[in-house]
């Protein structure tokens, strides 16, 4: 197991999560920020429909598919070991996307930095969790949400400063400084967390299992936004998920050295975490890509004008995401997780009732105060009571349904909001938009159920 002195605080902690931080707001960003990119990608290297949406979801499958391997490797092996190593392969898979000449270069790069994505995001944020503790780490897990969701937000103003100004080759390409920077800095600052005891072995059968049904489920839903929810190939990709899923289920009770505890996930904290991550991310994706393409194809706004935008968005998502890190311990996570959810319903409705552009950015900034606060508060919950060993698999649950959450808003945004998307009415906009409200106010009666509430004081 990996330890940490959260007795006598590392008195390097917030540094190490300033740094850590940056190397995580890389990762969010590489998802906004090429999607503003993308129809620059297209004309330059003459990509097809399907290379420019799998530069988009190779990258959210290896992401979300790996991320639970990732999480366990750095409880196995060390959190600092298995940061640099995801960082200098997201890094060096960044160099290499930029470079790219044809669409199997550009893709092939982007499941690289996928890779790498789900060793360092896992292993992050299990570091945050140890390094931390109390009200302390409530704190931090609110710089950490702040980050990720304001992140996605910012990363449509930067693809569109990249983008205008020296090219989309450079959305990628400022990753290498900036990764190698970090890597410099944390090889210094991180603490060594070499694990003690007996090492157990890496359970490959399972990650290969829980790695492939989670591919299948996400490319499902990837692939029900574009070709429709009742098709037989959605189907297919589903069973096979459940199968895989159950398959795992039962080797992790019989194998030797499991790659999780399953039971883990019947905890009341983190099911509850899970699912409040879930409905963060599905809420912030889906308002953002229903925004973006509102802006750009329904009022002809560039991609500059429109990431301009999105600035308040960014803004408000940060701020409500550290006074949710500043109140949760005082107030608990169930009231918070209900009201975050009910503003995102509130924010959501404005565009829902009309679509005028002021309207649309106020109201996408109002729910993006509520996803903003969700973040922390699914953080906090499912990760502020996981035993130190278990904080890597722990934050890979989080980080798995963070991207089951962002597949989860495409995929529906896409299919309600279809006619929109290739024609100029602006009704399926504001039908994705009801949606996506109406999805909020059910999720904050589940959250009420099933969040635990404030947990006894220890002095």
């Not at 399972?206 to 574009?226: N, Q």
């Not at 802006?295 to 002809?300: E, I, K, M, P, T």
Request: hydrophobic share 60%.
């Amino acid at each position: 197991m990996t330890t940490y002195d959260t007795v006598t605080a590392h008195p390097l902690r917030w540094r190490i999560l300033a740094f850590l931080g940056v190397a995580q707001l890389m990762l969010i960003l590489d998802v906004t920020i090429v999607a503003i990119a993308l129809p620059h990608m297209e004309i330059d290297l003459g990509l097809s429909r399907a290379a420019v949406t799998w530069t988009v979801s190779a990258y959210t499958l290896a992401f979300g598919g790996l991320m639970l391997l990732g999480g366990r490797i750095a409880d196995i092996v060390g959190a600092k070991r298995v940061v640099l190593a995801g960082l200098f392969v997201f890094t060096t898979a960044s160099l290499v996307t930029g470079l790219a000449g044809s669409a199997e270069t550009l893709i092939g790069g982007r499941i690289a930095q996928g890779v790498g994505a789900a060793l360092l995001s896992p292993a992050a944020l299990s570091l945050v969790v140890t390094l931390f503790a109390g009200d302390e780490r409530n704190k931090a897990l609110g710089v950490w949400s702040a980050l990720g969701g304001g992140g996605a937000a910012l990363g449509v103003l930067l693809g569109g400063l990249i983008t205008s100004g020296p090219g989309w080759p450079w959305v990628f390409f400022i990753n290498v400084p900036i990764g190698l920077a970090v890597i410099a800095a944390l090889v210094i600052l991180l603490p060594a967390g070499t694990p003690v005891g007996p090492r157990p072995r890496l359970d490959l059968l399972g990650a290969l299992l829980v790695t492939g049904a989670t591919a299948a489920l996400i490319y499902a839903l990837i692939r029900a936004g574009d070709h429709g929810w009742l098709t037989a190939a959605t189907g297919w990709l589903v069973l096979i998920a459940v199968i895989g899923y159950t398959t795992f289920t039962v080797w992790q009770r019989t194998a030797r050295s499991p790659l999780m505890d399953v039971r883990m996930l019947a905890r009341r904290p983190v099911a509850g975490g899970a699912f409040l991550i879930l409905m963060a991310t599905a809420l912030m994706v889906a308002a953002f890509f229903l925004g973006t393409f509102y802006f750009q194809h329904a009022r002809g706004y560039g991609a500059l004008h429109t990431g301009l935008l999105f600035l308040p968005v960014a803004v408000v998502t940060m701020v409500g995401a550290h006074l949710t890190g500043t109140f949760i311990g005082r107030l608990g996570a169930r009231p918070l997780a209900v009201v975050a959810l009910l503003i995102a319903a509130a924010g959501m409705a404005v565009p829902a009732l009309t679509m005028q552009p002021i309207a649309v950015t106020a109201g996408i900034a109002f729910a993006a105060a509520g996803t903003g606060a969700l973040f922390v508060v699914a953080s906090a919950t499912a990760l502020g009571n996981v035993a130190p060993q278990e904080s890597g698999v722990a934050s890979g649950i989080i980080s798995t349904f963070h991207e089951f959450g962002a597949s989860v808003g495409v995929a529906v945004v896409s299919s309600v909001a279809a006619a929109s998307f290739a024609g100029d009415q602006v009704s399926g906009y504001q039908d994705g938009f009801l949606v996506a409200a109406a999805a909020a106010a059910a999720g904050a009666v589940i959250a009420g159920l099933l969040t635990p509430g404030k947990p006894a004081h220890h002095g």
